[in-house]
T-cell receptor, first 116, second 115 residues
Framework: AQKITQTQPGMFVQEKEAVTLDCTYD???????LFWYKQPSSGEMIFLIY??????QNATEGRYSLNFQKARKSANLVISASQLGDSAMYFC?????????????FGQGTTLQVKP | GAGVSQSPSNKVTEKGKDVELRCDPI?????LYWYRQSLGQGLEFLIY????????KSGLPSDRFSAERTGGSVSTLTIQRTQQEDSAVYLC?????????????FGPGTRLTVT
């Protein structure tokens, strides 16, 4: 079965500094996708970044980068130059598998608070 | 263009009543997903539609839950005889296909409170 684990319930970071949010996953499927979503207090789910299992390079999107270590089954999100607006809940998710329904399997989330 | 919309945004109902939650996906998106998010928790998959058919209903918690999709567009999630443990935010998402590369776009959710 597929599983996503986020071991950090809450994190603090000083404004303008970088922060890493941890995510490990478990799957026996050779092909899968890894996603990070941001959920502010308003409740909407905002897509941040995607990494495919066959991608050779780590994904980057602006201030977001994904530290993908396939052998360790980890897909950590790195946010550089943190801003106050980055305070939110962050979810790691996985998609793929032999059933190929495309459903996302989510971790429990990490609450990030950016301090001024 | 318009994103995924859901209605109502909030619903308060008494235990034992039936409720219907609506999702209007992005036009042209063939895949539609329902998820549930309990307070402070991650999202839990409920059901997946490809067109009007539901090849994966594995996440529906009980036979009180059902869903349908008509015209390959709007979907309705129905909860019969609601219980307090059904209180959660119900989120709908759509994507162009069900492929692993396709981003899922989420709606704003319906907050259901069962009293």
């Amino acid at each position: 079965a597929q599983k996503i684990t986020q071991t950090q319930p809450g994190m603090f970071v000083q404004e303008k500094e970088a922060v890493t949010l941890d995510c490990t996953y478990d799957t026996s499927d050779p092909s899968y996708g890894l996603f990070w979503y941001k959920q502010p207090s308003s409740g909407e789910m905002i897509f941040l970044i995607y990494q495919g299992s066959y991608d050779q390079q780590n994904a980057t999107e602006g201030r977001y980068s994904l530290n993908f270590q396939k052998a360790r089954k980890s897909a950590n999100l790195v946010i550089s130059a943190s801003q106050l607006g980055d305070s939110a809940m962050y979810f790691c998710a996985m998609r793929g598998g032999s059933s190929n329904t495309g459903k996302l399997i989510f971790g429990q989330g990490t609450t990030l608070q950016v301090k001024p | 263009g318009a994103g995924v919309s859901q209605s109502p945004s909030n619903k308060v109902t008494e235990k034992g009543k039936d409720v219907e939650l609506r999702c209007d996906p992005i036009s042209g998106h063939t895949a539609l997903y329902w998820y549930r998010q309990s307070l402070g928790q991650g999202l839990e998959f409920l059901i997946y539609f490809q067109g009007n058919s539901a090849p994966d209903k594995s996440g529906l918690p009980s036979d009180r839950f059902s869903a349908e999709r008509t015209g390959g567009s709007v979907s309705t999630l129905t909860i019969q005889r609601t219980q307090q443990e059904d209180s959660a935010v119900y989120l709908c998402a759509s994507s162009f296909t069900s492929g692993e590369l396709d981003e899922q776009y989420f709606g704003p959710g319906t907050r259901l409170t069962v009293t």
